[in-house]
C-alpha cells in the first residue's frame, strides 16, 4: 500500500517543502499529483523537528499542511514555545493526531506535562 513514507512520495513532498509555504497553488498541484490511492490511505507522516504522526488520510487539511510544509501551524507552536516553562501542564483539548500536541511534549520534556483530549474516536 503506497503511502507518504514510500520514496517517490518522500521525494515529492521535499520538492514542496523547498517552495515557500505563500507560493499560490502549491496544495492544489500537490492535491492533483496525489493520485487517489495515495490520498485516501493511512499515512505516516514526519514533521520539520523530527515528529512522525499516523494520519487517516492526506486529504485533512492537517495532513496535507504537514506533507507540504513539514509544520501545522507554526505561528502558534512559536507561541506556545515562547510561552511555556519547561515545568508547565499543558491542556489540549481537540488534540486531533497531535500535530501541537508531540511538539509540546518535546518542548516539556524535563518535568512538564501535555494532557491531549481528542472527542473523535479515530
Not at 517543502?17 to 499515512?43: E, H, Y
Not at 515528529?51 to 510544509?69: T, Y
Not at 493526531?97 to 481528542?118: D, F, H, K, W, Y
Amino acid at each position: 500500500m503506497p503511502n507518504a513514507s514510500s520514496i517517490p512520495v518522500r521525494l515529492l513532498g521535499r520538492a514542496f517543502r523547498m517552495a515557500p509555504s505563500w507560493v499560490r497553488g502549491k496544495g492544489r498541484l500537490a492535491r492533483f499529483l496525489l493520485n487517489r490511492k495515495i490520498r485516501d490511505n493511512p499515512t505516516e507522516i514526519g514533521d520539520r523537528n523530527g515528529n512522525v504522526m499516523m494520519l487517516p488520510n492526506i486529504r485533512e487539511p492537517l495532513a496535507l499542511s504537514l506533507w507540504l510544509d513539514g509544520v501545522y501551524e507554526p505561528e502558534v507552536i512559536g507561541f506556545l514555545r515562547s510561552s511555556v516553562s519547561p515545568r508547565s501542564v499543558v491542556v489540549d483539548v481537540g488534540a486531533n493526531i497531535g500535530a501541537l500536541t508531540v511538539p509540546l511534549a518535546r518542548m516539556l520534556n524535563q518535568g512538564g506535562s501535555v494532557v491531549a483530549i481528542e472527542a473523535a474516536p479515530s
